[in-house]
């Protein structure tokens, strides 16, 4: 029995990912619960991160998880919240909804490659994780790239404080629930 | 047995046989792990109340928990009609399969590294957002009002607790200024610094209140709280479906003392005994902590859980986190 390199078994890892990648993201649109439909993106965003820490870019990989998982998972409360109940069945997906969506997802995915297929990327060694460390993106974020990263945090901070600002005003106690306190 | 492994990597060639064996003792850790633990909480909460716990099976009851086992395989795994079947099922393997991924990132000694990965805290924190989604998957799928609000609690819990959680251990990352926890422990280890709970009690203290709190545990048991919820997400699992729960949560908890013992108490550093056995001996006393605060505090309202991580531990860390940036600047 020939030995098995640990490179065969990380391309042979990539190729699972790459599919759970793509039947996650098949989910996440076919099904008809919305719950569903997150779980599908869920095993998709692992997939891609899965993909991202094979190919030697772990920060990135790990910022995926936490990040997205987190926001799926408040994405899923909001979702229940939203959604028919579980017993009620869904209605059928109308054709004047599906199609234009099939052709927006299309025309996107085209925008997309031909940007890739245009553009000129620096090649970066598969499996290595020294190229995308913390270090370097630490680096890069604050010397050439400090611009679009204070734009970001402007961009965040405004968030916030739009998010406190109605949080506030929405929770103004009822003169009744004052009494009741008193 | 070192003979049994030159045989192994005759047939299957090196790596492969590393990685067969590191996976075995993983999971016997994890079964290892989650006994023992059933075991020493039922001790210690009848210690606390004055009782004996379990005294029939083996010294000091220490069968008790291999019987519970035995039990568990034994009963009928019910699937009630009316559930999502297929996330019903997925669940508790969702919520478990990332304990792996976890154990293995721990450094239970300088030679007994599993996985040394360059972003290992983050990496951590990043898989146990996977096990939410298969706590959250549970309480949804299970039809039942009582599981869905434990899994909304769960979600809007974890949610809020990762955030001190990270922060308390940024101060440490800034101090060693890796993130690689075994570099962590080294930066520890090496000539007279001295253990990061010295120069950081602060951080300690949010680390272990927001870990109590990040494994659904009493005082924050909300998400499971029996005098609410029934039993919150698990509600509707027999069998092996709650047994596998378990075996994740017990598995979390030796992974965020593991982390806690590595990052302040200096992972596998101690005089005399070997680094294992010093890694386990502070990871076990972390644990007892967590035991105890469960038999010694009220459980939390679900607002008063909220205000204390808002509003006083992500302030707290994250003054913490700069007053550290400070120091480490001036000196």
């Not at chain 2, 019910?78 to 079947?85: E, F, L, S, W």
């Not at chain 2, 013992?261 to 967590?290: D, E, R, T």
Request: charged share 10%.
């Amino acid at each position: 029995m020939p030995e098995l390199s640990p490179e065969t078994l990380l391309n042979a890892a990539l190729g699972l990912l790459i599919v759970m990648t793509l039947a996650g993201a098949v989910l996440a649109v076919t099904l008809r619960k919305v719950f569903h439909n997150l779980l599908g993106f869920g095993l998709s965003v692992i997939g891609g991160a899965g993909v991202t820490l094979i190919l030697g870019s772990e920060f990135v990989a790990l910022m995926q998880l936490l990040i997205f998982l987190g926001g799926i998972a408040i994405a899923m409360v909001f979702a229940v919240m939203m959604s028919t109940p579980n017993e009620q069945a869904e209605e059928p997906r109308s054709a004047g909804a599906v199609i234009p969506a099939i052709l927006l997802g299309l025309g996107f995915t085209a925008l997309i490659c031909w940007a890739m297929l245009d553009g000129n990327f620096p090649q970066s060694s598969p499996y290595v994780a020294e190229a995308w460390s913390v270090k370097n993106i630490g680096l890069l974020l604050l010397t050439d790239y400090e611009l679009p990263f204070e734009a970001i945090s402007i961009l965040l901070l405004a968030a916030i404080i739009g998010s406190v600002l109605i949080a506030r005003r929405t929770r103004e106690p009822e003169p009744s629930e004052e009494a009741d306190r008193g | 047995m070192p003979a049994l492994i030159a045989a192994l990597e005759g047939m299957l060639g090196t790596w492969l046989t590393q990685f067969l064996l590191g996976f075995t003792a993983l999971a016997a850790l994890i079964t290892l792990n989650a006994m023992f633990m059933v075991w020493f909480e039922r001790k210690v909460s009848a210690w606390v109340q004055g009782r004996l716990g379990p005294m029939e099976h083996g010294p000091q009851g220490t069968l008790q928990t291999l019987l519970d086992v035995i039990k568990l395989l034994g009963k009928e795994p019910i699937i009630p009609a009316k559930v999502d079947r297929t996330t019903f099922i997925l669940a508790p393997v969702v919520a478990f399969l990332p304990a792996l991924v976890l154990l293995s990132l721990l450094p239970y000694s300088e030679d007994l590294v599993f996985t040394n990965a360059e972003s290992g805290i983050l990496l951590v924190f990043a898989f146990g957002g996977v096990s939410l989604m298969g706590v959250f998957m549970g309480g949804w799928s299970s039809n039942n009002k009582y599981a869905l609000l434990g899994g909304v609690r769960a979600v809007s819990q974890n949610i809020a607790y990762e955030l001190p959680l990270l922060l308390s251990t940024m101060a440490v990352v800034l101090s060693a200024g890796t993130l690689n926890i075994s570099k962590i422990v080294q930066v520890q280890t090496a000539g007279g610094f001295g253990w990061f709970f010295m120069y950081q009690p602060l951080a300690l203290i949010i680390y272990i209140i927001a870990a109590t709190a990040e494994t659904n545990r009493a005082p924050f048991d909300i998400p499971e709280a029996e005098s609410e919820l029934v039993a919150g997400f698990h509600t509707e699992y027999p069998a092996m479906g709650f047994a596998v729960f378990f075996l994740a949560e017990y598995t979390y908890m030796f992974v965020v003392c593991g982390v806690g013992a590595a990052l302040f108490l200096g992972g596998n550093h101690g005089p005399w005994l070997p680094g294992p056995c010093w890694f386990l001996i502070k990871v076990y006393f972390l644990l007892f902590l967590m035991v105890m605060f469960r038999w010694t505090f009220p459980r939390l309202r679900f607002d008063q859980l909220m205000d204390l991580a808002w509003k006083l531990l992500i302030p707290l860390s994250l003054a913490n986190l700069m007053v550290t940036a400070l120091v480490i600047k001036l000196v």
